[in-house]
């Protein structure tokens, strides 16, 4: 089971050990971690799920697509690695995966 890490905008870490096939945002919202809303479930459509990917992850995901770019445009503090939780599905190679979550959602 890979493990991911998140790191709220305080500095506190959360580690967690994610089933291949499930998405970060679930991940995040199945352990509770304060950053990590997901009002819509998933489905693309509300973005409160916004997070930073490190730079050293992000060529290894997969391109966020024309609904995750349009849903980004309007996050709060926008920036290059800026990806939706919702849509990085983890999988073996995403083992030590590490992103940073915003100071808010909304």
Known sequence: ?????????NGTEHTL???AGTSVMQAAVNNMVPGIIG?????????????????EWAAKL???????????????DLRPTSRLTCQIIVSDALEG???D???SQY
């Open 39 to 55: 009002d819509c479930g998933g489905s693309c459509s509300c973005a409160t799920c916004h997070a930073y990917v490190r730079p």
């Open 97 to 99: 995966l590490t992103v």
């Open 62 to 76: 997969t391109p966020a697509d024309d609904a995750e770019q349009s849903m980004l445009e309007g996050v709060i």
């Open 1 to 9: 089971m890979p493990h991911i890490k998140l790191i709220e905008h």
């Open 17 to 19: 050990d994610v089933a």
């Open 101 to 103: 979550l915003p100071a």
